[in-house]
């Protein structure tokens, strides 16, 4: 097995370690506000300037497209599974009445940068936000607690998407929701991921996985959830994060190759959900 896809004991694979470890991947520049994804930019005038606020704005965005997606009943006890640095639990958490939510993450890099940019509001919530560690594929939750399960712009990390979706079947009550975002290839013909590592370094390096968005849909279905529906979201996307890119990335270089391979047909941008009957 290659070095970049060897997993330790947690179930961590060494790219996921090394991009989420000392380096806190979310001060760099292209992401802004503790959040570290691309961004859904309908809300924000691409024909103006862009700054941080814009940058801000897509990226709470995306969450809040994924939980007005879920379908959430009233006062949710809310997973969010990959939550890096909290930001979007916290959206949960200001803007959709929840009882409960929690972050889990693999990374303890990660989950002590959540505590700590989260300190005031963890002591002020008094349990309503927690962040607790380990792995998609193996959920430290009991059977049925939540009523969503959530995920944004990490389940191209999680190697095995069948334990990610048995995980989320097993955590979630009777109707529960799960809503998951993130970037997939459009279709499994052959050479898709050869095609991807050429273009994009993470996938060559193997911290991005090349899967096709119908292996989390089958996977849902193949749990046991219902009304799999997959959307995708790319147009509101990729144009956006690629113009906020356009500021340091000459066209053609990482990581612009992004909307090239959008544009060519191979990666797309989508939502997916699913019911637990
Ligand atoms: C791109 S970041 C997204 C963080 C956050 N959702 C956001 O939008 O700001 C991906 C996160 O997924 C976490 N992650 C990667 N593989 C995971 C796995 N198998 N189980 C749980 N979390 C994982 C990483 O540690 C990282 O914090």
């Known amino acids: 097995m290659a070095e970049e896809t060897r997993q330790d004991g947690t179930g961590m694979r060494a790219a996921v370690r090394e991009v989420y470890g000392p380096t ?56 969010e599974v990959g939550c890096g640095l909290g930001m979007g639990c916290a959206v949960t958490l200001r803007e959709y009445g929840p009882t409960a939510v929690t972050g889990l993450d693999i990374h303890p890099e990660q989950l002590r940068r959540a505590r700590e940019t989260h300190a005031e509001l963890l002591r002020a919530e008094r349990g309503r936000l927690r962040f607790v560690q380990g792995a998609a594929e193996r959920m430290p939750f009991g059977d049925g607690e939540f009523d969503a399960v959530l995920s944004v712009e990490a389940a191209q990390h999680f190697p095995d998407l069948a334990a990610f ?104 941008y989508f939502v997916v959900t699913a019911h637990r009957p």
Request: glycine share 8%; hydrophobic share 45%.
């Open 24 to 79: 806190d991947l979310s001060a760099q520049p292209m992401f802004a506000g503790g959040f570290i994804n691309f961004g859904y930019w309908r809300g924000v005038d691409l024909g103006l300037p862009l700054g941080e606020a814009e940058r801000v704005r897509s990226q709470e965005d995306l969450y809040r497209r994924v939980l007005d997606s879920a379908g959430l009943p009233q006062e949710p006890v809310v997973l």
């Open 165 to 268: 979706a048995a995980e989320t079947a097993r955590v979630l009550r009777p109707d529960g929701r799960a809503a998951v975002t993130s970037f997939f290839t459009v279709d499994d013909v052959p050479g898709r991921p050869e095609e991807l590592a050429t273009l994009l370094p993470t996938f060559a390096d193997g911290l991005d996985i090349a899967r096709p968005v119908a292996a989390l849909a089958d996977a849902f279905t193949a749990a046991g959830l219902a009304d799999v529906r997959v959307e995708s979201i790319g147009a509101d996307v990729w144009p956006g994060w690629d113009l906020w890119l356009s500021r340091w990335w000459a066209a053609d270089t990482w990581p612009r190759n992004f909307r090239r391979a959008y544009e060519g047909r191979v990666l797309d």
